[in-house]
């Protein structure tokens, strides 16, 4: 059974920093592009950042230079590390590989 499984989201300040990890099954981690998205409420969801299996990244113009991507292939799983939070990068966070999706892990701003 094919399974992500996203952890880390929270309450931060704006200025703040979080760190979100996704847990993914070893076919789809070794296999797959990886992915982040988000969708905030009333939103579409939309491309955060993703990285290839041989570690090439890619970002929304929205979160250069302040969210990093990168992947941990002993742990099957990758991150995303979110600095310099403004309160509209308040989404639910998911993590996508190929047809299969996390639940994903909500992220507030808020001061």
């Known amino acids: 059974q094919v399974q992500l499984v996203e952890s880390g989201g929270g309450l931060v300040q704006p200025g703040g920093s979080l760190r979100l990890s996704c847990v993914v099954s070893e076919t789809v981690f070794n296999n797959k592009l990886l992915s982040w998205y988000r969708q905030a409420l009333g939103n579409q969801r939309e491309l955060v950042a993703q990285?290839?299996?041989?570690?090439?990244?890619n970002y929304a113009d929205s979160v250069k230079g302040r969210f990093t991507i990168s992947r941990d292939n002993a742990k099957n799983t990758i991150y995303l590390q979110m600095n310099t939070l403004k309160p509209e990068d308040t989404a639910v966070y998911y993590c996508q590989g190929g047809e299969y999706w996390g639940q994903g892990t909500q992220v507030t701003v808020s001061s």
């Open positions: 990285i290839s299996t041989g570690g090439r990244t």
